[in-house]
């Protein structure tokens, strides 16, 4: 079946933009995550959706960051007034519920912010 | 609060000798411990994982783990290196602690090589 999937798979965009990074998870899946993957930080945790509410958005770095998910299927993270410093690997993750043990990963989105 | 160490951010091995990946974590409460792999340009893909039951966990392509809750330590490995095991290897807790969210907390990644 179709995993997670994830557009753009690259973006570059220029200081000061607004950008917007979409995910697709499993059909089914109730459980959605968004974190980063950056070179300095390593693998970070951003933000939590079951169904279309976030109850854990303890990740995200600055108000600049937002995520919305609607019909309890696709999720968009936007970054306002990009930074150089928000260059990162963004991955989405789906699981089956929300005490589902396995999260399976979408490809991400190469972000460049130049 | 939860946290992962990965012992060697780039392990080099020969094909056909014993990989063995380390990996300890930190939980205040019984932890699912979880390897994933990381091919090139390419998303996460799980390895193998531990939640309950048997202390030796086997995953696909010949690795296993075992939790060692003494040593508080989940340590990957498989018998004999393969050229297409090479890849990044990261460790994963989750102890479904932050406000219901089963968050991964990732270590920072072993880049195993593989030489012909």
């Known amino acids: 079946g179709a995993g997670v999937s994830q557009s753009p798979s690259n973006k570059v965009t220029e200081k000061g933009k607004d950008v917007e990074l979409r995910c697709d998870p499993i059909?089914?899946?109730?459980?959605l995550y968004w974190y980063r993957q950056s070179l300095g930080q390593g693998l970070e945790f951003l933000i939590y959706?079951?169904?279309?509410?976030?109850?854990?958005k303890s990740g995200l770095p600055s108000d600049r960051f937002s995520a919305e998910r609607t019909g309890g299927s696709v999720s968009t993270l936007t970054i306002q007034r990009t930074q150089q410093e928000d260059s990162a690997v963004y991955l989405c993750?789906?699981?089956?519920?929300?005490?589902?043990?396995?999260?399976?990963f979408g490809p991400g989105t190469r972000l460049t912010v130049t | 609060a939860q946290s992962v160490t990965q012992l060697g951010s780039h392990v080099s091995v020969s094909e056909g000798a014993l990989v063995l990946l380390r990996c300890n974590y930190s939980?205040?409460?019984?932890?699912?411990l979880f390897w994933y792999v990381q091919y090139p340009n390419q998303g996460l893909q799980l390895l193998l994982k531990?939640?309950?039951?048997?202390?030796l966990v086997k995953g696909i392509n010949g690795f296993e783990a075992e939790f060692k809750k003494s040593e508080t330590s989940f340590h990957l490995t498989k018998p004999s290196a393969h050229m297409s095991d090479a890849a990044e290897y990261f460790c994963?807790?989750?102890?479904?602690?932050?406000?219901?969210?089963?968050?991964?907390?990732f270590g920072k990644g072993t880049k195993l090589s593989v030489i012909p």
């Open positions: 994963a807790v989750s102890d479904g602690s932050g406000a219901g969210s089963y968050q991964l907390t």
């Open positions: 993750a789906s699981s089956l519920r929300q005490s589902s043990y396995e999260q399976y």
């Open positions: 939980s205040s409460v019984p932890p699912y």
């Open positions: 059909s089914g899946h109730t459980a």
């Open positions: 959706f079951q169904g279309n509410s976030a109850p854990d």
């Open positions: 531990y939640t309950t039951g048997a202390t």
